[in-house]
Antibody
Framework: VQLLESGGGLVQPGGSLRLSCAAS????????MSWVRQAAGRGLEWVSA???????YDADSVKGRFTISRDNSKNMLYLQMNSLRVEDTAVYYC??????????????WGQGTLVTVSS | QSVVTQPPSASGTPGQRVTISCSGS????????VYWYQQLPATAPKLLIF???ERPSGVPDRFSGSKSGTSASLAISGLRSEDEADYYC???????????FGGGTKLTVL
């Protein structure tokens, strides 16, 4: 299993960014997926999760601003981030659940992509 | 401030046994499985313990997990220098309808 994130970069406060995660080596639709972020020198923070069938869950800190989605035909996971704030600056990891659930059982992780929100 | 609490730091000497705690409530640890992750510097986290005490293949049996009520623990026996890392507990929270991570514990091998 490999997870490869892309789409990070520098964006101004209030701007938008779309992260992508390309998954390989698995039957993608069979597994729940999440985005987890980590600000520099800080701990892990769960952001959003999506089941294989498309049910979604979001942390309160991103509700109404971030949207998680997936394209099972392309083995792709996405995170659309709108109304970005300075405090959203972090490395964003794509993580695979062990089963088609949202439980925090992440058996595979990507290498992360850095999002910097700054003017 | 996470709803699941870990000590910010822990330490031990080579060969020692150290324990890292993870404290929550009924809505998270009390009702759901606990997972533990190890994060070495500048790397992605790695699953260390799943479903409270089970080890993925490849994880040494020096690492063990346990859960009682609304608390969980990770124990590392026969401490080695390469165990120096950040350790995180994680679980689902029924009230938040989301995954919650503990704040992380930085383990130093003296």
């Amino acid at each position: 299993v490999q997870l490869l994130e892309s789409g990070g970069g520098l964006v101004q406060p209030g701007g938008s960014l779309r992260l992508s995660c390309a998954a390989s080596g698995l039957t993608f639709s069979n597994y729940g997926m999440s985005w987890v972020r980590q600000a520099a020198g800080r701990g892990l923070e769960w952001v959003s999760a999506i089941s294989g069938g498309g049910s979604t869950y979001d942390a309160d800190s991103v509700k109404g601003r971030f949207t998680i989605s997936r394209d099972n035909s392309k083995n792709m996971l996405y995170l659309q981030m709108n109304s970005l704030r300075v405090e959203d600056t972090a490395v964003y990891y794509c993580a695979k659940e062990y089963r088609d659930t949202a439980m925090g059982n992440f058996d595979y992780w990507g290498q992360g992509t850095l999002v910097t929100v700054s003017s | 401030q996470s709803v699941v609490t870990q000590p910010p730091s822990a330490s031990g000497t080579p060969g020692q046994r150290v324990t890292i705690s993870c404290s929550g409530s009924r809505s998270n640890i009390g009702n759901n499985f606990v997972y533990w992750y190890q994060q070495l510097p500048a790397t992605a986290p790695k699953l260390l313990i799943f479903r409270n005490y089970e080890r993925p293949s490849g994880v040494p049996d020096r690492f063990s997990g346990s859960k009682s009520g609304t608390s969980a623990s990770l124990a590392i026996s026969g401490l080695r220098s390469e165990d120096e890392a950040d350790y995180y507990c994680a679980t689902w929270d029924d009230n938040l309808s989301g995954v919650v991570f503990g704040g992380g514990t930085k383990l130093t091998v003296l």
